[in-house]
């Protein structure tokens, strides 16, 4: 099957700074990314849809300010955690589609704590 | 509104059969997934189901009515490693998958 990459795996940051996460299809191209968050035994939570070259579609609520997202190539997208703060720790994944509209594949995902 | 329904949470005991089932609305329908996630892991995909009926695939196996906006994940023979969560999630008319809250499953020995 299609692998996707995540890095980093986990990451501890301190409150204010900011945090980049890469998702990397490694051997499709990935039209769309979705980054997701999920919380302690919650379920996923899509915060943002990017497609290569264009600005990403954030979901109500999600600040795009905050969170900023870059689809620059097939292969990789990344997810920007602005000015973090301890209520942005959490389990950041994505995931990304091929040509196929229904076959998404995830990454392993990044878990992220702000001190 | 689009809305995904599945139990919170099922017990079962190793080496028996446990059935999960999901109910779903959405604004149209381009397939139905199950994605296992263990604790601290990203989901991995099981299934998928466009068309009625079932889909069996080793001890797991999917079945789906889109009459009754229906679905249940059947699992055989579990296994101490099956306990996790299990994720149903629909596809919408836009391809974008609305996602149920998943449901724990215990199993004990």
Known sequence: ??????????????????????????????????W?????????????????????????????????????????????????HPEDSSFYICSARGDREHEQYFGPGTRLTVT | GQNIDQPTEMTATEGAIVQINCTYQTSGFNGLFWYQQHAGEA????????LDGLEEKGRFSSFLSRS?????????????????????????????LIWGAGTKLIIKP
């Open chain 1, 1 to 34: 099957g299609a692998v996707v990459s995540q890095h980093p795996s986990w990451v501890i940051c301190k409150s204010g700074t900011s945090v980049k996460i890469e998702c990397r299809s490694l051997d499709f191209q990935a039209t769309t990314m979705f």
């Open chain 1, 36 to 84: 997701y968050r999920q919380f302690p035994k919650q379920s996923l939570m899509l915060m943002a849809t990017s497609n290569e070259g264009s600005k990403a579609t954030y979901e109500q609520g999600v600040e795009k300010d905050k969170f900023l997202i870059n689809h620059a190539s097939l292969t990789l997208s990344t997810l920007t955690v602005t000015s973090a």
């Open chain 2, 43 to 50: 989901p991995t995909f099981l299934s998928y189901n466009v």
């Open chain 2, 68 to 96: 009754k906006g229906y679905s249940y994940l059947l699992l055989k023979e579990l296994q101490m490693k099956d306990s996790a969560s299990y994720l149903c999630a629909a596809m919408d008319s836009n391809y974008q």
